[in-house]
């Protein structure tokens, strides 16, 4: 059957949506709708109205309003101050837009009227309009919104299109569910969505009635409660049977019982409670009891977390947040092992040694989280008074507990990771010497009975696995480091450090930047990186020149050159500027009294050039570099040597009649000590009196004794690195370190030669240029 088609001006409505067989008023403001009520009254009364998509929109578009609509017929209009116009509509039929005809002045669409199917009403329609009108009562009822004459005037409607219409018009809906039942065009299915919102519009009313009672009956008993509590107080205040003191002392108690501390402590606890009766809560000495009595509360006497004792999952947390570091790993899980079989409360005391950089630090954050313990930090740094650590007594103004104590307070548990960062830095004064007091803390024959001066109880601190760090072992007294077991965390290698900035500097720094799809880089960039811009033995230098790129790479981004950077290693030199460190530049060429030494420091190994000139004079030896007194001592065992073995290396006997010597070490401004460079000196020393070059390649350790023997010297992994990184092939070593080779990475000596020697003539064999 073809349907009716005509043309209308056309209303778009803001928020509104009217059915057939639905009369309603409305204001009208804009300027082309009123002119399409203007058009409508003289062409028969009829318009159309549609329901634009979003309320804010000014002049609505074609697709901005939605296709189906209702034709209206315009009962009355009514002006109204200013510019708007009410008018009041009747719905009559469903229409649906064909074409929009114009726009200016106002919007005409050539619409298709859709009627409903005079169809004939079977058992199941009969069945849903019977449901639908039952839900509508209730509805009425439960909602209170609507009079109860809405009931009848739907009673008596016997067409099924026209009872979901009416129904449609009377519910609260949003917008979206009236345009979707206006939509539906079949009567049956329009009755069906009627039916299934009246449905859960009823449960919803329910709802919020059976919350509002229940928040309604809580808000009558709290003001019970209160009104109560007020007329008790004031009972109480005129009997002066309560006031705050007791309070306190009645919560004090309390927390006590809470807390479960240990017999002592809780006897203490109470002691100073009944002092606190004494003396008053507003007194000065009333306050310093309060104050004890809230750090007594506070702290974990019995609390503790429960370890996660599964090696495999450790093992995958540590392999996740940190490349290599291969004896840390191993140490911590044998220790997740040997705590799963064993029922030891004693937790390890390792300390971390290594250059800045290499990730002590973060390392001891991924143990806490792998074994499952709260982690806290104390930084050691600088601290020069006992107090710090033990604690100050209550005898003094402002006492408080010492850092230890504040660290378990602020740990929350008694068995966390704490972590004493730096413990190389830490110094003494007149106020007492804080490495004795971290004796106690540290030695787990005592620590169980630790006392701190402010709280003046034991606290167990044997639960606690204690991580130290530190740069070097040489500064830490004796005693002390006697209670740890140290774990050297070297320098990284070159491969080392790229895997380390491949898996975790550079995803860190682009999610940081929040630029982790616009930027990329190449491995030939992070390798120009390393190489060529950072000489260090940690990774944290690498990773600000990383984050540097980045920000560089950015800023084109934001300057719209372009919106996606690969960085290649062209990109390094625009960003970084030329070349800090190339390995072609350290003496690629033999020279006669220089020699390439090794030396540790505490930032990591370097190289350490070593000069010697042989000049006319009368035998004197100059020292110049700031050199310690050691390696003075070292020069002055090197120029014997020489001198008793000169005819061996075919020098002048006389040299030391007609011939000065001058060794100096470059970058003289940095102080520098040790006995390792004894066999460098005799290097130069031989090279500068009898004229032959030093092989530019090969870099030497080791101490040497009058008689020329090698003696052993400490550091030789790092020394080895840094050697390794300035691009030496060669090193020279005693004979007595060969074992601690085993600790330098096999890629590292793939690439580098080793000569062990045992005495220096071995060292001048392999060093001097035809030095047999």
């Not at 509509?89 to 114009?102: D, H, T």
């Not at 000169?646 to 070490?665: L, P, R, S, T, W």
């Not at 040790?674 to 005799?682: D, E, F, K, L, T």
Request: proline share 4%; glycine share 6%.
């Amino acid at each position: 059957m073809e349907r009716e088609k005509r043309v209308l001006p056309l209303i778009p409505l803001r928020g509104l949506t009217i059915f057939p067989n639905m009369v309603i008023h409305f204001d009208v403001g804009r300027e082309k709708s009123i002119a399409a009520l203007e058009e409508a009254m003289v062409n028969g009364q009829y318009i159309a109205l549609c329901t634009q998509k979003d309320v804010r929109t000014e002049d609505p578009k074609d697709d901005e309003i939605y296709e189906v609509g209702t034709l209206a017929s315009i009962k009355q209009i009514l002006k109204l101050p200013g510019e708007s116009v009410r008018v009041l509509v009747e719905g009559e039929k469903r229409v649906k837009i064909l074409e929009y005809k114009q726009y200016d002045p106002y919007i005409t669409v050539e619409v298709e009227i859709v009627e409903d199917d005079e169809c004939e009403i079977t058992d199941e329609h009969e069945a849903l309009m019977r449901m639908a009108k039952d839900l509508f009562s209730q509805y009425v009822k439960v909602s209170g919104v609507l009079p109860p004459e809405v009931i009848a005037n739907v009673e008596d409607i016997i067409e099924p299109g026209r009872l979901g219409d009416v129904i449609s018009s009377y519910i609260s809906l949003n917008g979206e569910k009236k345009q979707e039942i206006l939509e539906s065009l079949d009567e049956k299915v329009r009755l069906e969505n009627i039916i299934e919102i009246l449905k859960k519009e009823i449960d919803i009313i329910r709802l919020e009635k059976k919350l509002n009672q229940k928040v309604k009956k809580n808000i009558d008993k709290v003001q019970k409660e209160y009104y109560l509590k007020e007329q008790l107080k004031v009972i109480q205040e005129e009997l002066g049977e309560d006031d705050e003191d007791k309070k306190a002392i009645k919560s004090y108690k309390a927390k006590i019982t809470k807390a479960k501390m240990p017999k002592e402590v809780r006897e203490k606890a109470l002691s100073e409670v009944n002092r606190l009766k004494t003396v008053g809560g507003y007194s000065s000495e009333g306050g310093v009891i309060k104050s004890y009595l809230d750090w007594l509360v506070e702290l974990p006497w019995s609390k503790e977390t429960k370890d996660i004792l599964d090696v495999e999952k450790a093992k995958k947390v540590l392999d996740d947040e940190h490349y290599g570091l291969k004896d840390v790993k191993e140490r911590i899980l044998e220790y997740i092992a040997v705590k799963s079989v064993s029922k030891s409360p004693k937790g390890p005391i390792l300390c971390l040694v290594g250059p800045p950089g290499v990730g002590k630090t973060s390392i001891a954050r991924s143990i806490a989280k792998a074994v499952n313990r709260n982690f806290v930090r104390m930084s050691l740094g600088g601290i020069n008074d006992e107090a710090d650590i033990r604690g100050h007594r209550k005898t003094y103004i402002g006492a408080i507990p010492g850092r230890i104590i504040y660290g378990l307070k602020q740990a929350g548990s008694k068995n966390p990771l704490f972590l004493l960062d730096e413990i190389d830095k830490i110094s003494n004064s007149y106020k007492g010497n804080p490495a004795d007091a971290l004796l106690e803390v540290l030695d787990s024959e005592q620590n169980s009975t630790f006392r701190d001066h402010y709280l003046e109880v034991d606290f167990d601190l044997s639960k606690i696995m204690f991580i130290i760090t530190a740069n070097t072992l040489e500064t830490i007294p004796r005693p002390l480091l006697d209670r740890m077991e140290v774990i050297e965390v070297s320098g990284y290698t070159t491969e080392e450090k790229f895997n380390i900035a491949k898996k975790y500097l550079v995803p860190k720094e682009l999610k940081e930047h929040d630029v982790e799809e616009k930027i990329l880089f190449s491995d030939k960039a992070l390798y120009s990186i390393i190489e060529n811009y950072t000489r260090e033995s940690g990774v944290r230098n690498l990773e600000r020149k990383i984050a540097r790129v980045i920000r560089r790479a950015i800023k084109e981004i934001v300057e719209g050159k372009k919106k996606k950077i690969n960085i290649t290693v062209n990109h390094i030199k625009k960003y970084l500027g030329e070349e800090v460190y190339r390995i072609d530049e350290i003496e690629n060429k033999d020279k006669v009294g220089v020699v390439n030494g090794m030396a540790w420091t505490a930032y990591g190994g370097d190289t350490l050039p070593v000069e010697a000139v042989a000049m006319p004079g009368n035998g004197k030896l100059i020292l110049t570099g700031q050199l310690g007194d050691v390696m003075q001592e070292s020069a002055k065992a090197a120029f014997s040597y020489v001198r008793a073995n000169c005819e061996k290396y075919g020098i002048d006997v006389d040299f030391y009649k007609n011939k000065d010597i001058h060794i100096h070490a470059p970058e003289g401004a940095v102080p520098k000590d040790g006995p390792s460079a004894g066999v460098a000196m005799i290097t130069s020393m031989v090279s500068a009196l009898s004229g032959r070059p030093v092989r530019h390649n090969v870099a030497m350790t080791g101490e040497i004794t009058l008689t020329g023997k090698v003696l052993p010297i400490g550091g030789l992994k790092e020394k080895t690195l840094a050697s390794y990184r300035a691009g030496i092939d060669t090193i020279i070593i005693p004979k007595k370190n060969k074992k601690d080779l085993d600790k330098v990475p096999k890629n590292v000596l793939n690439n580098i030669k080793v000569i062990a020697a045992e005495e220096i003539s071995t060292v001048l064999e392999n060093a001097i240029i035809g030095g047999k």
